[in-house]
């Protein structure tokens, strides 16, 4: 099975170095489900700022539009282009997972709505609550805790989409097309040293009680093991 990567933002070389690319880190997330179900994945990354596409939506069985530091209602070429080319992946059934700015952009390339949080940043470790179970849910869960970092989010559902998630600041932190789109506001992938870099650098504008809170919500752990048995499960339905 190959995954197609289209990864949305340029990362500075220190913060590749340490971390890796948004790619990388969806490699890692995913990477133990081979020795856990048997299955060989390969993994492609696309630079979507760079315009760097398939060849044909075939060339993957599966895509991924990774967060990006951007919003998606920016007026830039390369939204643009990446919302047109979600379209092809959506029409043509492809199997396809949003993560954050991946959320939101399928959210607005199909008529929905998204706009900055009027709550303020959601960051750190979060709890998600499912309102409705779906098929790939297995095992199942009332709630996970998810790592995230957003202060856009999604406040009007494209016609068809189904909600599964909700947080207290997002009532639309997931949601599913038929079984060929899945959601998620939230960051599977990422890792705690990963959101306490984004809370240094954004704390400029973050008061500090949201600092304390953000980092307070830390020490706890998150599910990223039951999310990635979701997708698998998603991917492979």
Not at 34 to 51: A, E, G, W
Not at 207 to 231: C, P
Request: net charge negative.
């Amino acid at each position: 099975m190959k995954i197609g990567i289209l990864d949305a933002d340029h990362l500075s070389p220190a913060v590749i170095n340490k971390y890796g690319c948004y790619a990388d880190k969806f490699v890692e997330l995913l990477s133990p489900i081979q020795s856990d179900h048997n299955i060989k994945l390969t993994f492609k990354r696309y630079n979507v700022l760079d315009f760097e596409y398939p060849q044909s939506i075939e060339e993957c069985d599966c895509y991924i539009i990774t967060g990006s530091q951007y919003s998606v209602y920016e007026v830039l070429d390369w939204i643009k282009k990446l919302q047109e080319f979600t379209l092809e992946i959506i029409e043509k059934k492809q199997k396809l997972i949003g993560i954050c700015f991946g959320h939101q952009i399928i959210a607005q390339c199909l008529g929905g709505k998204v706009e900055k949080n009027t709550k303020g940043w959601e960051l750190g470790i979060t709890a998600t609550h499912i309102t409705e179970s779906r098929e790939w849910m297995q095992p199942q869960r009332d709630f996970f805790f998810t790592l995230v970092t957003h202060q856009d989010h999604v406040t009007k559902l494209p016609d068809g989409a189904i909600n599964f998630a909700e947080t207290n600041l997002s009532p639309f932190s997931g949601f599913t097309i038929d079984n060929h789109v899945l959601t998620l506001q939230g960051h599977p992938e990422f890792s705690k040293e990963y959101v306490k870099l984004i809370i240094r650098l954004q704390s400029k504008n973050l008061s500090s009680e949201q600092i304390k809170s953000a980092k307070a919500s830390l020490l706890q752990n998150d599910d990223h093991v039951l999310v990635r048995e979701w997708l698998f499960h998603f991917i492979n339905s």
